[in-house]
C-alpha cells in the first residue's frame, strides 16, 4: 500500500530541543557540585514524567531553592533554544512531501503551546496537516501509542499507509506499538540510548533523501 503520510516527532527530531533542554539540567547540576547522568535523564525523553530532576538533585545535595533553580534553568534553555534550527533534512523532506501531496502532521508528547511557540521562530506552521500533542496529559504522552493512533484518525489514514519519524525509545516504542514503520533519526543526546527497534536508523534525514526512503522495501 503507497505511504500517503509523514508522521513526525517534535522535540529532538524537527528541532533539537533535547540538547539544550539536557545541557542546561547538567549546568545546574553542576552549580551544586553533581552530575546528571544520562540514564537518568533518558526517562524523561519523549514522554511525560518518569523522572523528576529536581527530586534527584535534592537527593543528591541535599534542599535547594527550587524556585530560584527553576527560573534560572529555564532561561538557560531558552538562550541555548533561540539559537536552534530546523535538523538537517527536515525542510527538504517536508517540501518533497508536499510536491507529492503527502499529509503531514506533529505527533508530541509536548504541549501544543510549546510546539506553537517554535514553529512561529521558525515559519514553518504551514508545513503540518495536523499537530497532535499531549498538553500535560501523561496518559496520552508516548510511549503510549494514543497519540498516533489520533494522529491517523485525524488525517484519514491506516497505519501502513504512514512513517513515523521518531528520536526516542519512548517514541519508537509508541509508533510501533500504533502498527507505524518507524525510522529513527537520533540527535547527540539521544544517540546514545537504545533504539534498536526502529525500523531504520539514519544519523540524519539528510542522509537519505524522501524519495529514497518511499523506494526501500517495507514490511
Known sequence: MPIRALLFDFDGLIVDTETPSYASWQAVYREHGQELPLDRWAAI?????????LDYLEELHGPIDRDAVTTRRREHELELLEIEELRPGILDYLEEAERRGLKTAIVSSSSRQWVDRHLARLERAEHF????????DPERSKPRP???????????VSADEAIAFEDSPNGVEAAKAAG??????????TIALGLENADLLLESLAELSLRELLELPQP
Not at 496537516?129 to 500535560?136: G, K, P
Not at 494514543?146 to 484519514?156: C, H, K, S, V, W
Open 45 to 53: 525523553i519523549g514522554t511525560i514524567g518518569g523522572f523528576e530532576p
Open 146 to 156: 494514543t497519540l498516533y493512533l489520533e494522529a491517523l484518525d485525524r488525517l484519514g
Open 129 to 136: 496537516d495536523e499537530i497532535i500533542t499531549a498538553d500535560h
Open 180 to 189: 507505524i514503520y518507524t525510522v529513527a533519526v537520533p540527535n547527540s543526546v
